[in-house]
């Protein structure tokens, strides 16, 4: 009986993890609600097995199915997972070349904030930051990839900004 549970918890995992590519530790819990231990356990022996690979994301352990995301779409998943980045993306690629004051008229976040989310994005080189005049600029570093990402991946997402952003995108 236990092994049969084992079967099933670890199907559960890994059905999570191949719809939505990137999940850290602590969001498959909560989706799951298995215990710790348990989930711990059941990550790591898929690892082991190659079924799992697990990349450092600061803080976080993201997990993707062996195979399936490419390198270079982990890096950009694994900073759309986050609400608050992936609304900064999705703004700088409908409107390249915005100044922070532009940025933070739109969003709801006090100003260190908002400059620890662009800095940690443009650290990832996920978008750049570039002085234009005596004005600093922000844009998506690599629209294409983005979008695909989004696209691809989308019933992930399950967010209206990302539907919007995919109709506006293949609009342009």
Request: hydrophobic content about 40%.
């Amino acid at each position: 009986m236990a092994k049969e549970v084992d079967l099933e918890t670890r199907r559960d995992i890994f059905d999570l993890i191949s719809n939505f590519p990137g999940l850290h530790f602590r969001e498959i819990l909560r989706r799951l609600e298995i215990s710790s231990g348990n989930l711990n356990y059941q990550l790591n022996y898929m690892i082991k097995h190659d079924l799992l690979v697990s990349i450092h994301d600061g803080n976080l352990k993201r997990y993707y199915i062996v195979g399936k995301v490419k390198g270079s779409e982990k890096r950009i998943l694994a900073c759309l997972r986050n609400e608050t980045a992936r609304g900064l993306v999705l703004f700088l690629m409908l409107n390249p070349d915005s100044q922070f004051n532009e940025i933070a008229s739109k969003f709801e976040l006090a100003p260190s904030k908002l400059a620890y989310h662009l800095n940690k994005l443009v650290k990832k080189e996920i978008i750049e930051k570039k002085k234009k005049g005596r004005t600093t600029i922000y844009k998506a570093v690599d629209e294409e990839a983005i979008a695909n990402v989004l696209i691809t991946y989308r019933p992930s997402f399950l967010d209206n900004i990302v539907e919007s952003f995919i109709e506006s995108w293949k609009a342009r």
